[in-house]
């Protein structure tokens, strides 16, 4: 189906360990963002990309990194997951002035 | 720094109208949007207006951007049991090659009285 897909949808990891959330669009959009959400916080920008091997930082990228070969996968790397990186993390791709999401990522960190 | 504020909660009776308030910082930003999001589900563009324009109309939803003021707003006309949800509020940030991430306020929870 196109649209922007994420997996998994639900994950449980140890604090320490190295996890990876996946996210697939199938519009071809050119850029591509990480958000995470949390109670109290709404949802800040983690990375963002304008092209397949164009990355920046957003507003709260320590403990994260992200990679971009190919314009439709944009997967976001916890090097070593943290219990403050519990959280909901949300995909999205942008095609003008829209700006679409996926259906996100429930991380937990124990 | 970019800051986007809403209140948390509105209530209001089912057939009334809603009107959801925010208010942004950066009168840079190109776009405005507005955002719905149900229990466990991700975000709908719901719809957006150019910082260039005064009202959107679409359907039931109407915007009101005042720039001088830095206030948008959200109206739900005839308001149903079916947009009780999370309502955000999201400006443009200029971001390096034309990425314009967002800055979402915290989200406002439109509680529907029966």
């Known amino acids: 189906d196109a649209g922007i897909t994420q997996s998994p949808r639900y994950k449980i990891t140890e604090t320490g360990r190295q996890v990876t959330l996946m996210c697939h669009q199938t519009w071809s959009h050119s850029y591509m963002f990480w958000y995470r959400q949390d109670l109290g916080h709404g949802l800040r920008l983690i990375y963002y990309s304008a092209a397949a091997d164009i990355t920046d930082k957003g507003e709260v990228p320590d403990g994260y990194v992200v990679s971009r070969s190919k314009t439709e996968n944009f997967p976001l790397t916890l090097e070593s997951a943290t219990r403050s990186q519990t959280s909901v993390y949300f995909c999205?791709?942008?095609?003008?002035?829209?700006?679409?999401f996926g259906p996100g990522t429930r991380l937990t960190v124990t | 720094g970019e800051d986007v504020e809403q209140s948390l909660f509105l209530s209001v009776r089912e057939g009334d109208s809603s009107v959801i308030n925010c208010t942004y910082t950066d009168s840079s930003s190109t776009y405005l949007y507005w955002y719905k999001q149900e229990p466990g589900a991700g975000l709908q563009l719901l719809t957006y207006?150019?910082?260039?324009?005064d009202m959107k109309q679409d359907q039931r939803l109407t915007v009101l951007l005042n720039k001088k003021d830095k206030h948008l707003s959200l109206r739900i006309a005839d308001t149903q049991t079916g947009d009780s949800a999370i309502y955000f509020c999201a400006e443009s940030i200029h971001s390096g090659g034309g990425a314009d991430g967002l800055t979402f306020g915290k989200g406002t929870h439109l509680i529907i009285q029966p």
């Open positions: 999205a791709s942008r095609d003008r002035a829209e700006q679409y």
């Open positions: 207006i150019f910082s260039n324009m």
